[in-house]
């Protein structure tokens, strides 16, 4: 069955530095999506991702986050400079599609856990 | 803005029947999904209603009313494998999910 693949499962950085999660959504998929998910709490919607731009963001993608597709296959989220509440479990996740029905129902990776210390 | 609104915790017995509820409050509702989450896990997909009405899946069955703005997910036959955080998602009027912070369901024997 095919699956949204993410890496590190964990990392952990020092405050301050930059960080790169990676994702390789499902090939068929065309929507792309990073959640986060802080230790206890909901998951949050961070950023939606479509036709190689960015098509909706949360208050919480502010200047330090970026994402990328920089090639056919991999899907990534940067944190420029990373402060200790960054600490999260970050989703990727992939949609059919993203304006209809069943068609865009979201699909989950395993998540990279980040810690910052 | 967005409202949505899960009990916290529940337990139930195995074997048994439980009814998870969810209400919301949205602008522009594009459907509403359901997900499970074991703990260090990710969300995985259970189901999804955009109409009103009852939809059946195996052992599991999720009802959606818009005009009461309400949900529940009903799990039949309990295992212990169904101790797991119970997600509702509503899409909103970009069909993206938003989630409700979910429900722990612990199944005991």
């Known amino acids: 069955e095919p699956e949204v693949t993410q890496t590190p499962s964990h990392q952990v950085t020092q405050m301050g530095q930059e960080v790169i999660l990676r994702c390789v959504p499902i090939?068929?998929?065309?929507?792309f999506y990073w959640y986060r998910q802080i230790l206890g709490q909901k998951v949050e919607f961070l950023v939606s991702?479509?036709?190689?731009?960015?098509?909706?963001k949360s208050e919480i993608f502010d200047d330090q986050f970026s994402v990328e597709r920089p090639d056919g296959s991999n899907f990534t989220l940067k944190i420029r400079s990373t402060k200790l509440e960054d600490s999260a479990m970050y989703f990727c996740a992939s949609s059919e599609a993203g304006n209809r029905g069943l068609g865009n129902t979201i699909y989950f990776g395993e998540g990279s856990w980040l810690t910052v210390v | 803005g967005q409202n949505i609104d899960q009990p916290t915790e529940m337990t139930a017995t195995e074997g048994a029947i439980v009814q998870i509820n969810c209400t919301y409050q949205t602008s522009g509702f594009n459907g509403l999904f359901w997900y499970q989450q074991h703990a260090g896990e990710a969300p995985t997909f259970l189901s999804y209603?955009?109409?009103?009405g009852l939809e059946e899946k195996g052992r599991f069955s999720s009802f959606l009313s818009r005009s009461k703005g309400y949900s529940y997910l009903l799990l039949k036959e309990l295992q212990m494998k169904d101790s797991a955080s119970y997600l509702c998602?509503?899409?909103?009027?970009?069909?993206?999910?938003?989630f409700g912070r979910g429900t722990s369901l612990i199944v005991h024997p």
């Open positions: 991702f479509y036709n190689n731009e960015i098509s909706e």
């Open positions: 998602a509503v899409g909103r009027g970009s069909y993206i999910p938003t």
């Open positions: 090939s068929n998929h065309l929507y």
């Open positions: 209603n955009v109409l009103d």
